[in-house]
């Protein structure tokens, strides 16, 4: 009998637990939904803050859903790598070239990384691989303080597409040496 007590009041326990979480959800929804209700009220009553707030969120959706991931690095290396081959040595652009070799350097060599922070992405080099067990590399007093962080990034991936890399890019058939030395000469 005692036994059967002692199930019915685990049951009950349960079953209070089970309610009391229930309601934390439903609270946390009614919340949500009164808030959600709020600014479409504000939107039809033309208050600026809940227009701000609305192209807040959408601009985040955005960003978000166009963060390019680390396949996209991969992809946009390997056809800038392929557009400057195109392009004969004598009127490829020196930078260009030199940025992409150096990417491409760092990533066989395993130190090219790819972090997205959710509405970017951001591309650094580190010193060592990650799988490299050396003392070198482990140790916190020969790396990189973390207040120095930013000196290791090269690349901000953001809307798709990775700014720096793409404004090297932009001009990647044109040599201006070339033209400084037609010029000199004239």
Same mark, same amino acid.
């Given at each position: *009998?005692a ?5 019915a009041?685990q ?5 209070? =637990?089970i =309610? =009391? ?5 439903g609270?946390i929804?009614?919340?949500?939904? *009164?808030?959600a209700q709020?600014?479409?009220?504000? @939107?039809?009553?033309?208050s600026?803050?809940a227009?701000v707030? /609305?192209?807040? /969120?959408?601009a985040?959706?955005?960003l978000i859903k166009?963060?390019p991931?680390e396949?996209?690095?991969e992809?946009? /290396?390997l056809?800038?790598?392929h557009? %400057?081959? %195109?392009?004969g040595?004598? @009127?490829r652009?020196k930078?260009s070239?030199a940025? @992409?070799?150096?990417m =491409?350097s760092?990533?066989r060599?395993g130190? %090219? #990384?790819h972090t997205s922070?959710? /509405?970017?992405?951001?591309v650094w080099?580190?010193?060592h691989r990650?799988e490299l067990d %050396?003392?070198?590399a482990?140790c916190?007093?020969t ?6 962080? #930013?000196k290791q990034? @090269?690349d901000?991936?953001v809307?798709g597409k990775f700014? #720096? *890399?793409s404004?090297k890019m ?7 040496d070339?033209w ?7």
């Amino acid at each position: *009998m005692a036994a059967n007590g002692a199930k019915a009041a685990q049951q009950v326990a349960k079953v209070g =637990r089970i =309610r =009391r979480i229930g309601q934390y959800f439903g609270n946390i929804l009614n919340d949500y939904k *009164m808030v959600a209700q709020e600014t479409f009220q504000d @939107i039809a009553d033309g208050s600026i803050k809940a227009s701000v707030y /609305l192209t807040s /969120l959408v601009a985040a959706g955005i960003l978000i859903k166009s963060n390019p991931s680390e396949a996209d690095l991969e992809n946009a /290396l390997l056809e800038s790598a392929h557009e %400057l081959s %195109l392009v004969g040595t004598t @009127i490829r652009n020196k930078e260009s070239d030199a940025h @992409i070799d150096n990417m =491409r350097s760092a990533h066989r060599d395993g130190k %090219l #990384h790819h972090t997205s922070l959710g /509405l970017f992405s951001l591309v650094w080099v580190s010193e060592h691989r990650d799988e490299l067990d %050396l003392y070198e590399a482990k140790c916190k007093h020969t790396n990189v303080p973390w207040y120095q962080w #930013h000196k290791q990034v @090269i690349d901000v991936g953001v809307l798709g597409k990775f700014v #720096h *890399m793409s404004r090297k890019m932009q001009d990647f058939d044109v040599n201006e040496d070339e033209w400084k030395d037609k010029t000199s000469s004239s």
